[in-house]
């Protein structure tokens, strides 16, 4: 098999990440970008210079500007709506909406947005690769399961090494299905055998597995790995809250 060279280059990067602050305590995990557009090796846009010189994505108002939907993203609705518990309740923020609109994904704001794999897809199904030949065009991987095991070879370190570098306290991963590839992302291949502590979130049944990352300088990064922020993972504000209230003693 030959690798598209333009998507090798492009993928290990900030490619499919919507970032703000690497400083931030908080970082949030999904699997890949979502959306019903045809995947395509998208821009890294809305970017500012980091302290070694570094481009990195952010959300900003040119990108308020140009994407003018973004308050009615999902996923990102809960993120904010976390975020405006931990630190904006009574606050700085009329609610998560004022929260979202102004402080997620922000240069100096408490969080930073990553996704294991860059590729936009419509689902996580292994089968939509199979069915719509521009994934293969674009990567030169005839099979997703090819696609996930280049990424975790050459995209994960990258990764890798930003959390080694800026020792997020907390690392939120959605989407329990995908515990292995977090793991190998963010910690050790070892700990994939090793069950890590357990919490459930509230009165019902949703599960959150706690696994201590130890990184530069001996500190600790909490990965989180939890239901994935959607129909039938975390949805109720309540769940939310108590995610909230777990990540809080983390900090």
Request: net charge negative; hydrophobic share 40%.
């Amino acid at each position: 098999m030959a690798i598209n060279q333009e998507f090798a280059c492009w993928a290990v990067g900030f490619s499919g990440m919507d970032g703000g602050n690497l400083h931030g305590p908080i970082w949030f995990s999904g699997i890949e970008p979502g959306g019903d557009e045809p995947p395509s090796l998208l821009p890294t846009r809305f970017c500012y210079k980091g302290e070694d010189g570094r481009w990195i994505p952010c959300w900003n108002d040119y990108f308020r500007q140009m994407i003018r939907g973004f308050t009615g993203f999902q996923f990102d609705q809960k993120v904010a709506k976390i975020l405006f518990h931990l630190f904006c309740n009574g606050g700085r923020c009329v609610d998560y909406n004022d929260y979202m609109a102004r402080f997620l994904y922000t240069q100096d704001g408490h969080s930073f947005k990553l996704n294991l794999y860059p590729l936009n897809a419509q689902n996580v199904n292994e089968n939509l690769w199979d069915q719509d030949p521009r994934y293969y065009r674009l990567t030169g991987l005839p099979m997703k399961i090819l696609y996930r095991a280049w990424c975790a070879d050459n995209r994960f370190p990258f990764i890798k090494s930003l959390v080694e570098r800026y020792s997020p306290k907390v690392i939120v991963a959605a989407g329990s299905s995908f515990r292995r590839d977090y793991i190998l992302a963010f910690g050790r291949p070892d700990q994939i055998f090793q069950e890590g502590q357990k919490y459930q979130l509230g009165n019902n049944q949703l599960t959150v597995e706690e696994i201590i990352v130890t990184n530069q300088e001996n500190t600790q990064t909490h990965l989180l790995i939890t239901p994935f922020f959607g129909l039938g993972g975390i949805m109720a504000d309540d769940d939310l809250i108590a995610l909230a209230d777990l990540i809080h003693k983390f900090l």
